[in-house]
């Protein structure tokens, strides 16, 4: 085989493998969520495939002639990135949930096979380059920086462009074309075209079939987020925006001062607690999604400026072409990660600050640590107020170290949550809560009464109480914020 033909097979045949990795997180995202497990899989078991595919790939080169088995291999790579998505879609709606079992037996059964079929045409090709003994080092070493090399391409090309440009999954079918016409026309070039069976072009037909045919799980996708408006069935004008696997807001087409969600009427309770006269605020706010919030300041506090750190623009798009919010000058927008554009705010700038940014099922790592807080506080007036939206079930590690973090920065620090949200067992209550966070004193009693004027009968912790749940909780720095391993996903079933 001409050098050249081994590079270019050995560098894009490795390329394919990472491209699959890449993309993997958005084909599970809809159904397991986008975390730190699930990264943590699809790296596990990419590597797995890899392992495997080299071992078996070099076993498979010394049994039999090495040149019949490259075209197979490919055709078979290009099949089972086609077959990755109607697994994924077909198994993910039963194996709905966030958690590491559920993302690794997904993740193993779409693409552990791809990873280790295409990961054996390296060692296959070098042992069809391999003259001599005395070149066995420089023919290993070429071949392998090659396969490294590819592996590097696809990553930087998928992550940086075409995750950006493109939907997942015409990337992963194109790949999935390319490789089997790699394939066949490798196999004719090596004078192999009996590897590719009758059988086997059946099983490829068959899997491309599958995979255009599988159901698409989202409505609209961006480089971040599977989205999806819903509409509500009991309410003509309310609409949710889910992203993933989660109802993220919910906005009433007809009346922005409805507060749908819970935790949302929360932050109602704090900004009625806080200016029960209407008055205005000077706001940020920490992720836009539905703009929820926002909106709900221009209605019931007019004159009201809302700046908005929101990460998709995609989010920006649907929420003025689906749910009706028209930006005018009292909402900025600004598109980037909250924890480098809060950095070009100015000091003292906002008597509010509302966090409802999410990660998946968590908040994100790097915006729940006491260095980004100090941020926040410092884009904050002397009495304003930071109010913070925060999901764990099971045994509350995640809030108790979110708590302690934002005690760890303000003066006063309370949290509000159903009835019984704070108990040893707290059973259903568990789930959101809203800490409200400022160095100085908080309305809480003022925040009870707007609770009861809603007809909730919520609870507020703060004080000693407060101090008696956090307990001894470690503080979330940038250098230790376990996040998604201190939360407790919703159960599911």
């Known amino acids: 085989m001409p ?66 088995l490259l075209g197979p291999l490919l055709i078979a790579g ?33 693409f552990f096979l791809p990873a280790a079929v295409l990961s054996g045409v390296t060692p296959v090709v070098i042992k069809i380059q391999l003259a ?6 420089r023919v290993v070493g070429r071949l392998s920086a090659l396969s490294t090399s590819g592996a590097i391409v696809g990553t930087f090309a998928t992550g940086f462009l075409l995750v950006a440009a493109f939907p997942t999954r015409p990337v992963i079918r194109v790949t999935a074309v390319l490789l089997i016409l790699l394939g066949i026309g490798t196999a004719l070039a090596l004078k192999r075209g009996r590897g590719v069976s009758a059988g086997g072009a059946i099983a490829v037909l068959g ?41 993220h807001s919910y906005v009433d ?13 929360w932050f109602g309770d704090v900004t009625d607690a806080l200016e029960p006269d209407g008055d205005p605020f000077a706001s940020l706010h920490l992720g836009g999604a539905g703009f929820t919030m926002p909106r709900y300041l221009r209605e019931e506090h007019p004159g009201s400026t809302s700046t908005v750190l929101e990460l998709d623009p995609l989010l920006v798009e649907l929420s003025e072409d689906q749910l009706g919010l028209e930006l005018r000058d009292d909402i900025d927008v600004r598109l980037g990660d909250a924890r480098t554009a809060i950095e070009q705010l100015p000091d003292d700038a906002h008597d509010l600050v509302i966090g409802d940014a999410f990660g998946g099922v968590a908040v994100p790592w790097h915006l729940a640590t006491v260095e980004f807080t100090d941020e926040v506080a410092r884009t904050m007036t002397s ?22 973090t934002l005690q760890a920065v303000f003066d006063h620090v309370a949290v509000i949550g159903r009835d019984g949200a704070f108990d040893d067992d707290p ?8 800490a409200i966070a400022s160095d100085a004193s908080l309305p809480v009693d003022e925040v009870v ?29 940038d250098d230790h914020a376990p996040v998604d391993q201190l939360l407790t996903p919703r159960p599911t079933g």
């Open 383 to 404: 009495d304003g107020v930071y109010t913070m939206n925060i999901v764990d079930y099971g045994p509350r590690d995640f809030l108790r170290a979110e708590l302690a």
């Open 449 to 477: 009464a707007a609770n009861r004027d809603r007809g909730r009968n919520d609870v507020v912790l703060h004080g000693e109480d407060l101090d008696g749940f956090v307990r001894d909780t470690r503080v979330l720095t």
């Open 132 to 137: 001599s003994l005395e070149e066995t080092g």
């Open 207 to 247: 899997a491309a079939a599958f995979s255009f045919a599988a159901a698409h799980p989202c409505q609209y996708e961006s480089a971040y987020y599977c989205a999806y408006i819903e509409h509500d069935d009991d309410r003509a004008s309310g609409r949710a925006l889910i992203l993933d696997t989660l109802r």
């Open 253 to 265: 087409l007809d009346d922005p001062s409805h507060l749908e969600f819970v935790y949302t009427a």
């Open 3 to 68: 050098a050249p033909a081994a590079a270019a097979l050995v560098f894009l045949s490795s390329a394919a493998v990472l491209v699959l990795e890449i993309l993997a997180a958005r084909l599970l995202a809809p159904y397991v969520g986008d975390t730190l497990e699930t990264y943590t899989a699809i790296i596990g078991v990419i590597l797995g495939g890899i392992a495997v595919g080299s071992w078996l790939g070099g076993k498979a080169a010394d049994a039999r002639e090495p040149k019949g």
């Open 427 to 434: 059973g259903d209550a568990a789930g959101n809560v809203v």
């Open 78 to 110: 290009g099949a089972l990135a086609f077959a990755s998505i109607p697994l994924i879609d077909g198994l993910g709606a039963g194996l709905r949930g966030a958690g590491p079992a559920t993302t690794t037996i997904l993740t193993v059964t779409a």
